[in-house]
């Protein structure tokens, strides 16, 4: 049996055993007779005992399963989150552009939640990030045959210095929840500075030509993947790596295209209150 690391086996006490919210951490409870529907009160017409425990069996059952597959969050915080803003764009070639769809913004609590996570290594924060994840929607007709997702790389450097890389931790997990698995054939190239405090202009000049292809994309169906997609400037120069256009010569129309079907999902995306 395959060891679980530590912040796995986190994510497993969170998700099977400790049935409080991950952000308020109230406990997720409900008295017994609220399992009961209305139509089976003690006030409603008599119901042969068989049929009564059948029906209520069901039912309680039904109640059960929409109760612990919720989420990681109680109701009351969950609706306190602003999920999936509009969906936005960045082009990423002559008459393409790169769609990026976010989770929530870049607010409080996720944001809290990201920085602990990726500069202090706090994964109590994993569960909350993972049910922002479980927010994103399921790329369309991408399937674990068709597409693949591939999450933002970091450097050598950067990841010795940090001792983990926080975007994988987040797209095993992404993967794990679309069922459609990862391809790292992407490499960072270690001249940029962090994009932190940067303008839009800035960004993109610091990543110019950071991304380079170690290997083919096995699939046409790309799905790129970063924690936070401030202006999209990464997702942008990765998309351009990652981009290659048609070939329009009418000698080459029998070929397979070389284009790529790009989108990208962030978990957050700016802040709602700028």
């Known amino acids: 049996m395959r060891r679980l690391a530590p912040y796995q086996t986190g994510l497993w006490l969170a998700e ?5 919210c991950q952000l308020c951490r109230v406990y997720r409870s409900t008295a017994p007779s609220q399992l009961l529907p209305s139509h089976l009160s003690p006030a409603a017409p008599p119901i042969a005992d068989s ?17 612990l597959s919720r989420g990681l969050l109680c109701a009351h915080c969950h609706h306190g989150i602003t999920w999936l803003p509009k969906p936005f764009r960045v082009d990423i070639a002559a008459g393409s552009a790169l769609g990026i769809q976010a989770s929530t913004f870049y607010d409080y609590p996720i944001r809290q939640a990201i920085r602990a996570f990726k500069h202090d290594e706090d994964m109590s924060k994993l569960p909350l990030l993972l049910h922002a994840i479980r927010q994103l929607p399921r790329p369309h007709g ?5 597409a693949v997702i591939v999450a933002m790389p970091t450097t050598p450097q950067r990841l010795v210095k940090r001792g983990f890389d926080p975007v994988s931790i987040l797209a095993a997990q992404l993967s794990k ?17 962090s994009q932190q405090g940067l303008t839009r202009d800035e960004r993109l000049s610091n990543l110019n030509n ?12 790309l799905l790129l993947f970063d924690n936070v997609a401030t202006t999209g400037a990464s997702l942008q120069a990765l998309g351009r790596a990652l981009y290659k256009p048609a070939t329009n010569t009418a000698s080459a129309s029998s070929l397979p295209t070389n284009r790529y079907h790009l989108s990208a999902y962030a978990l957050a995306h700016g802040s709602q209150y700028r």
């Open 16 to 20: 099977y055993v400790d049935i409080r």
């Open 51 to 67: 049929m009564l425990t059948d029906i209520y069996r069901s039912k309680v059952a039904r109640y059960i399963h929409r109760h």
């Open 142 to 146: 991408c399937h674990h045959d068709n």
């Open 177 to 193: 929840h679309w069922q459609i698995p990862l391809w790292q054939g992407v490499r960072r190239i270690d001249h940029t500075v």
């Open 210 to 221: 950071a991304f380079v292809l170690t290997e083919t994309p096995p699939v046409k169906r």
